[in-house]
Every structure is written in structure tokens, then in C-alpha cells.
């Protein structure tokens, strides 16, 4: 028998979506360094305390608000035969599908995976997914076929990711028609030189 939720708790999993919603919407519009806690409390019309409360430091919140936009960076049903080329996909995949459901969600994908600014704690743990997922096994093995360029996994995941994003933003921005999957991998020129 499944246990039903408290209103109390109830009332927690609301105010955390509410304070995650405000943080990628104003970590979005102005990078991680210059959101500020009393700006995304605002937003979400709670107090600082409360987030500070609930998540502790601005790093864990930034953890916690890329989780909420999980799409991009979705669990990907990595084993030991899957391909580099197929994960890359599936980011433009999820890239296109992303722009098209939530744009506040897309520009905070957009600045996470291009930002110089975000903290090492927030790439560390980005890091230790990918290693527990399998995609640090499947990037590798790409680098040694000489399909990637050779780099930290977790970086060159954001680079792909950046460049994807940056790629259908301009094109809708321009009013063109996003190009194909293939078209977009041939763009970024993600094959190692």
C-alpha cells in the first residue's frame, strides 16, 4: 500500500518547485555569478531564508535546479555497445524538444553548458554522473577511436551541449528552419581532427 503525503509535505515539494522554477528562471536570464538568492526568492515569492533553509548553499540549488531540467541531460540508457553518435543525438533530440515546451528552461540549459562561472562542486558532481552512468566509459572509448577530441568528458559533453543549443537558438531566432540531426552533428564538428 502506497502512503499517502503529508499536506505538510505536500506543501514542501510545491514551495521546492516553485524556489527551482525562480532559479532557472533567473539564472537564465543573468548567469550563475549574478543571480542572486534574494532575486530567485523574490521570484518565487518566498523568503531567502527558506531557500537557504531548504537547499543550503547556492551550489546546491544550482544542482538541484539543472536536475529539474533534466531533459538535456537525461539518463541515458548507456551499456557497453551504445555509441557515442547516439548519445550526441539524443542531446539534439532533447535540445529541440526543450526549446519547443519551455524557453526559460532552455536559456538556463543554455547558460549552465556555456558558463565558465559555474562551481567546481556543481562540474564535479556532473562528473561523477557520468561515470556512474556509463557515459564517461562511452566518451573514452570515443577519444581512443579518435571520434571525440581528447578532454575531460564531462567538458566536452557542456562544448557539445553549448554549441547544439547556441545552434537552435539562432536558427529560431532567424526565423530558419532548425536543421536535421545530421546536418547539426556535421555543424559542430564534433569528430576529432
Do not use: C
Not at 4 to 21: F, G
Not at 44 to 49: K, M, N, S
Not at 112 to 134: L, N, T
Not at 168 to 186: E, F, H, S, T, V
Request: glycine letters at 6%; hydrophobic letters at 40%.
Amino acid at each position: 500500500m502506497e502512503a499517502k503525503l503529508t499536506a505538510r509535505e505536500l506543501k514542501r515539494i510545491a514551495s521546492d518547485k516553485k524556489i527551482l522554477r525562480a532559479t532557472v528562471e533567473i539564472v537564465g536570464k543573468k548567469g550563475f555569478t549574478h543571480a542572486n538568492i534574494r532575486d530567485i526568492a523574490k521570484e518565487a515569492g518566498i523568503t531567502p531564508g527558506l531557500i537557504m533553509q531548504r537547499f543550503e548553499t547556492k551550489e546546491n540549488l544550482l544542482v538541484e535546479a539543472i536536475r529539474s531540467t533534466d531533459i538535456v541531460w537525461k539518463d541515458y540508457q548507456v551499456s557497453k555497445d551504445t555509441d557515442v553518435e547516439r548519445i550526441l543525438r539524443g542531446i539534439i533530440i532533447n535540445a529541440k524538444k526543450l526549446y519547443d515546451e519551455d524557453n526559460d528552461a532552455y536559456r538556463f540549459v543554455k547558460v549552465i553548458s556555456g558558463s565558465s562561472d559555474i562551481p567546481k562542486g556543481v562540474v564535479d558532481r556532473q562528473i561523477e554522473y557520468f561515470r556512474v552512468s556509463g557515459i564517461q566509459d562511452v566518451i573514452e572509448e570515443a577519444q581512443k577511436e579518435g571520434k571525440l577530441p581528447e578532454g575531460n568528458a564531462a567538458i566536452l559533453y557542456n562544448i557539445f551541449v553549448s554549441h547544439t543549443l547556441r545552434l537552435i537558438w539562432d536558427y529560431k531566432m532567424a526565423g530558419l528552419r532548425i536543421p536535421d540531426d545530421d546536418n547539426i552533428l556535421a555543424m559542430i564538428q564534433y569528430k576529432a581532427k
